[in-house]
């Protein structure tokens, strides 16, 4: 049995803080033992970036994030070639490096850590909707084969390592025939109340019953609101829970009467405050 043969028997089970359901669980490893990137899809605040820190931990291996932007070039995600320093070092002479070795200033972007890490790592590709179709599709042919070249000194970087790969979209642009061909795919759907609860009594095991009834009531009617553009996700729900649990003040009857504090807490954008304030302002027996 070879090195990647022996990794890919490796099973996610999930981890203490990761809530998940026993199907993406099977997704996870089925990827895994097909040595193919998982694509996970789904709006913000369904836990796509955080499955990866789940995998990591369960599994004990590094982590490395890389963030995709828009203007971002697939050679940055591989290496960098700094010849800025190399042009000062060879000016001053004051570096312990040497000058005529071009490899001494190569650092290995996100992609270029995980190949060459001493150990197998999660690689996690969060927003690659972000990127344009060429950096998608070149970047997959690299982790296809598991290596790239550095031109600048007619190298090849092989993976020591075949990385677990998982590859995060908020749907913002659609990707490319050949890049959704190459991956395994998931869609995590917005968590539904039931799922919520466990998700919630991770976080505070603590919570009265009544608070976490109360708060995950409004959340859900709150996000129905048609004017709001970002609706309210699991981050920001956990954030106002401790905000509520935080004022001493506070009493989880108030929002059944439509009296919800903190508002700032759950939207983060001005005109969907507006919307959710005004709503309440309109007349709170239409909501609850």
């Known amino acids: 049995m070879d090195m990647l043969e022996k990794e890919s028997t490796e099973r996610f089970t999930g981890s203490k803080k990761h809530v998940l359901d026993d199907e993406l669980a099977r997704v996870v490893?089925?990827?895994?033992?097909?040595?193919?990137?998982?694509?996970?899809?789904?709006?913000?605040?369904?836990?796509?970036?955080?499955?990866?820190?789940?995998?990591?931990?369960?599994?004990?291996?590094?982590?490395?994030?890389l963030n995709v932007k828009s203007s971002m070039k697939?050679?940055?995600a591989l290496y960098q070639y700094d010849t800025l320093t190399r042009l000062n070092d060879s000016r001053f002479g004051d570096s312990s490096r040497d000058v005529s070795k071009i490899e001494n200033y190569i650092r290995m972007g996100k992609i270029g850590q995980a190949f060459t890490a001493d150990r197998r790592t999660v690689l996690?590709?969060?927003?690659?909707?972000?990127a344009d179709t060429d950096f998608q599709d070149d970047m997959l042919d690299v982790l296809d084969q598991m290596e790239f070249d550095i031109i600048e000194i007619d190298e090849t970087i092989q993976a020591r390592h075949r990385p677990v790969?998982?590859?995060?979209?908020?749907?913002?642009?659609?990707?490319?025939?050949?890049?959704?061909?190459?991956?395994?795919?998931?869609?995590?759907?917005?968590?539904d109340p039931k799922m919520m609860r466990k998700?919630?009594?991770?976080?505070?095991?603590?919570?009265?019953?009544?608070?976490?009834?109360?708060?995950?009531?409004?959340?859900?009617?709150?996000r129905e609101i048609d004017e709001v553009e970002k609706k309210p996700a699991t981050r920001e729900l956990i954030n106002w829970i401790r905000a509520l649990s935080a004022?001493?003040?506070?009493?989880p009857k108030q929002l059944a009467k439509g009296d919800i504090p903190y508002l700032g807490v759950l939207f983060k954008k001005s005109q969907d405050y507006m919307a959710g304030a005004g709503y309440f302002g309109q007349g709170r027996k239409r909501l609850f």
């Open 124 to 130: 996690l590709i969060d927003e690659i909707d972000k």
């Open 199 to 222: 998700i919630i009594r991770v976080h505070f095991p603590d919570l009265h019953a009544n608070m976490m009834e109360a708060a995950i009531e409004a959340f859900y009617r709150l």
């Open 165 to 191: 790969i998982i590859i995060t979209s908020n749907a913002k642009k659609d990707l490319s025939d050949p890049f959704l061909g190459r991956c395994n795919f998931h869609h995590i759907a917005f968590p």
């Open 247 to 251: 004022d001493p003040d506070f009493n």
């Open 74 to 76: 697939l050679v940055e």
């Open 29 to 65: 490893n089925i990827s895994m033992a097909l040595e193919m990137p998982l694509l996970l899809k789904g709006e913000p605040g369904t836990g796509k970036t955080m499955l990866a820190h789940a995998i990591a931990e369960s599994l004990n291996m590094p982590l490395i994030v």
